[in-house]
């Protein structure tokens, strides 16, 4: 069974920065590609960054220049860097891997971003 676990939300002021973590279990994760989506209210859930195995990242335009998608296989762990945050980027935060013939996500983890 794949689960993911995602971390690291909470409240950011804007232009702050928040870390977000994602472990997973029940896969062989270093063949992965990794992604993060998020879901803003009242709007559809969407791509944000996404990691290949081989460390090749891509990244949706409203991420490029301040989200770093990075990974350590070591610890079967993906991670969101998120700098110079918005109210824009208030989101729940979802971590998915597609493995095991599905679209496998996480809970999400809420970031808010307010002053």
């Known amino acids: 069974q794949v689960r993911l676990a995602e971390s690291g939300g909470g409240l950011a002021q804007p232009g702050g920065s928040l870390r977000l973590s994602c472990h997973a279990i029940?896969?062989?994760?270093?063949?992965?590609?990794m992604n993060w989506y998020r879901q803003a209210p009242g709007k559809e859930r969407e791509w944000v960054a996404g990691?290949?195995?081989?460390?090749?990242?891509n990244y949706a335009d409203s991420a490029k220049g301040r989200f770093t998608i990075s990974r350590d296989n070591g610890r079967r762990k993906v991670f969101l860097q998120m700098n110079s945050l918005t109210p824009d980027d208030t989101a729940v935060y979802f971590c998915?891997?597609?493995?095991?013939?599905?679209?496998?996500w996480g809970q999400g983890t809420q970031v808010t971003v307010a002053s």
């Open positions: 029940g896969i062989n994760f270093s063949i992965y590609t």
């Open positions: 998915n891997v597609d493995a095991r013939g599905r679209a496998n």
């Open positions: 990691i290949t195995s081989s460390g090749s990242t």
